[in-house]
């Protein structure tokens, strides 16, 4: 009987030993991980807030304490309400009513408010919930891959504390909310790592998709155009230009998508430019006309937006202007220290994005926005993971962006912080 039991558990344990075993590649693990526990963090304190602070939030918002609504309007109040801010209502109401929405819904690029609509038209006109299904998805692979490219070039400790200062970052709950930034950074830094990898198109494609994403990320052509250089400086010293026309066809998917959007824009009306003025070609192509004449933003010389701030600052300062022209002079300093140190497709990128942050000039309220503009320059996180090696300067940033993050957030859900 004892010999059976035990041919009986030797042949259970060979059948379990042929079974294959789930292993979870480390950056996917630590990026789960992290999204999770700052998932469940950011639920509590914007539920939180929303239940402190019910006079400022939008109806839906109200309510969550106690539970008398049904399960589906409770769940719905916590996670999606308490972060319907601003942005949100135009990505949402872009995706439900197309560019006719409002005035200036041009100004919005289209990528992420299609896939909200295509989402929410499969959820049952759930468009909130859409985007907010789509935010996470895309922060937890946008943190696996920045895992794996800082790994390239780091060790693991590094690319850790990377994503966990950019989530962790004073603004890193626009990642988890209905915004852009998640799809943008996802795309960036996945069409830079295809691009490390020598996957041309893949890098292509990518950056194109980021281009329709938001402004900003038509900037991922100039890091690419670096990788390609560095990758084929052989064969373009020797003038083999046949083996650098594919990856070429390529990259050129960027400002095609960016193209794309353009020629759709002017055919909404929304495409003003004179070729006897090339400034306002220019304009046409970095802006839709209608983001100036909605909102009164417009491209300036970098000094101008620092110069108006520090005015309003001796004239009539407020608070929300002090914190971020704060936070703007300390990160554009990082930014600038960082491209003394880092790969070149990194500092071209950062630089590139910089100055592009600065140029914008908003004369009612300089700087506004200027901390999540910030955000998607991942290099200046890597700097910090840099500097996170040594226990103390860790705790110190850990510490900062935990006190900023706290008034921030909570002003965001309250509706007093504009990101």
């Known amino acids: 009987m004892q010999e059976i039991r ?17 292993v979870i590649a480390p950056a996917w693990r630590w990026a789960i991980t992290l999204f999770l526990g700052y998932r469940v963090l950011w639920t509590i304190w914007a539920a939180w807030v929303s239940s402190v602070y019910p006079q400022y939030l939008p109806e839906k918002a109200l309510a969550i304490w106690p539970i008398t609504a049904p399960l589906g309007v409770w769940l719905e109040r916590v996670l999606l309400w308490p972060a319907a801010r601003y942005d949100v209502f135009w990505n949402t109401g872009i995706a439900e009513q197309g560019y006719a929405y409002l005035p200036g819904s041009t100004a919005f690029h289209p990528l992420y408010p299609l ?20 935010a996470q998805i895309c922060c937890v692979i946008m943190l696996a891959l920045l ?12 690319a850790r504390r990377t994503t966990l200062f950019l989530i962790g970052s004073p603004l890193g709950f626009a990642l988890l909310i209905p915004y852009a930034e998640s799809l943008l950074l996802l795309c960036i830094v996945g069409a830079i ?19 329709l994403t ?60 004179s070729w006897r003025n090339p400034s306002t070609i220019v304009w046409a192509l970095l802006v839709t006309p209608s ?11 970098p000094w101008m937006s620092l110069l108006l701030a520090f ?82 300067l860790c705790t110190l940033i850990l510490f900062c962006n935990t006190v900023l993050w706290v008034y921030i957030s909570e002003a965001y859900v309250r509706g007093a912080y504009l990101p």
């Open 147 to 158: 895992y794996k490219l800082v790994s390239l070039d780091y060790d693991e400790g590094v």
């Open 311 to 392: 005015d309003r600052l001796r004239t009539a300062p407020f608070f929300y202007l002090i914190l971020n022209t704060f936070l703007m002079l300390i990160m554009a300093v990082i930014v600038c220290y960082s491209a003394l140190r880092q790969r070149g497709a990194y500092v071209l990128y950062s630089l590139c994005l910089l100055v592009m942050n600065l140029c914008i000039l908003y004369p009612l309220i300089p700087y506004i926005s200027v901390v999540r503009r910030f955000l998607i320059i991942f290099p200046l996180f890597i700097q910090l993971a840099v500097w996170g090696r040594s226990a103390r």
């Open 115 to 134: 896939l909200i609509g295509v989402l929410g038209r499969l959820l049952g006109g759930n468009y909130l919930f859409a985007g907010w299904l789509i």
């Open 193 to 211: 790592y295809a691009a490390r990898l020598r996957r041309w198109w893949l890098a292509g494609l990518l950056g194109a998709a980021a281009a």
């Open 291 to 301: 983001y100036d004449k909605v909102w009164d933003h417009h491209f300036s010389w």
């Open 214 to 273: 938001k402004q900003p990320g038509v900037v991922v052509l100039v890091p690419l155009a670096w990788e390609l250089l560095r990758a084929y400086r052989t064969e373009l010293r020797a003038r083999q230009l046949r083996a650098v026309l594919r990856p070429l066809l390529g990259l050129a998917l960027v400002p095609l998508g960016l193209l794309m959007f353009l020629i759709y824009r002017a055919t909404l009306g929304d495409a003003e430019f």
């Open 6 to 22: 035990t041919n009986s558990e030797t042949v259970s344990n060979s059948a379990r030993a042929r079974l294959p075993k789930l």
